[in-house]
């Protein structure tokens, strides 16, 4: 098991930037796969972004050129740049860490670890 906490959402305009962080606990941040999932009301949870253990990253479609995940294992640590937001971005974004030394996960219910979650609000 690992915890995850996350920060960096907020209000944005339209067109504008964020960096959201997810800090994880323990000392085997770097074997495990790292996803953003975000949901927003009245709709299902849905896959952002992912980067897998061995550092390859896969995209939604609706964020590709947008968005860029990285993580730095030295300090435990998962972000997800977000850039040229739309209103329809607006969500409550969420960390998530698959099972050790697999694959990136892009289905919410094969995710175990979940953060608690950063509201993006894009205001158009």
């Known amino acids: 098991q690992v915890q995850l906490v996350e920060s960096g959402g907020g209000l944005v305009q339209a067109g504008g930037s964020l960096r959201l962080s997810c800090v994880a606990s323990g000392r085997t941040f770097s074997s495990y796969p790292m996803s953003w999932f975000r949901q927003a009301p009245g709709k299902e949870r849905e896959f952002v972004a992912g980067i897998s253990w061995t550092d390859i990253t896969n995209y939604a479609n609706s964020v590709k050129g947008r968005f860029t995940i990285s993580r730095d294992n030295a300090n435990n640590t998962v972000y997800l740049q977000m850039n040229s937001l739309k209103p329809e971005d607006t969500a409550v974004y969420y960390c998530?860490?698959?099972?050790?030394?697999?694959?990136?996960?892009?289905?919410?219910?094969?995710?175990?670890?979940w953060g608690q979650g950063t509201q993006v609000t894009v205001s158009s």
């Open positions: 998530a860490a698959g099972r050790r030394f697999s694959r990136i996960e892009t289905i919410p219910i094969s995710i175990a670890n």
